[in-house]
Nanobody, 116 residues
Framework: QVQLVESGGGLVQPGGSLRLSCAAS????????MTWYRQAPGKERELVAG????????NYADSVKGRYTISRDNYKNTVYLQMNSLKPEDTAVYYC?????????WGKGSLVTVSS
């Protein structure tokens, strides 16, 4: 079955960096568009970034554009989210997401806390 496992979250100071990873299994990873979402305390889940199956095209929420980079390694079945210049408002649980055969799959999430 489809599985998504996020890792790499933690506590970081404002201005710092983190890289999240999402290891995927149970589907042909290289054939699917992948996305990262986040959900801050008391807020709705929001789309952060997406990447096409080849990695040739990406898109970002305005709030992270220029600071975050999504990438993928189709040999390792992994999608990444490099987060730089982190701000306290980036604090959230970050989720990996994929639609496969009409079904929506999510990982359990990775908590990112930006605080001094």
């Amino acid at each position: 079955q489809v599985q998504l496992v996020e890792s790499g979250g933690g506590l970081v100071q404002p201005g710092g960096s983190l890289r999240l990873s999402c290891a995927a299994s149970g589907f042909t990873f290289s054939s699917y568009f992948m996305t990262w979402y986040r959900q801050a305390p008391g807020k709705e889940r929001e789309l952060v970034a997406g990447i096409t199956y080849t990695g040739g095209s990406t898109n970002y929420a305005d709030s992270v554009k220029g600071r975050y980079t999504i990438s993928r390694d189709n040999y390792k079945n992994t999608v990444y989210l490099q987060m730089n210049s982190l701000k306290p408002e980036d604090t959230a649980v970050y989720y990996c997401n994929v639609w496969v055969n009409g079904l929506d799959y999510w990982g359990k999430g990775s908590l990112v806390t930006v605080s001094s």
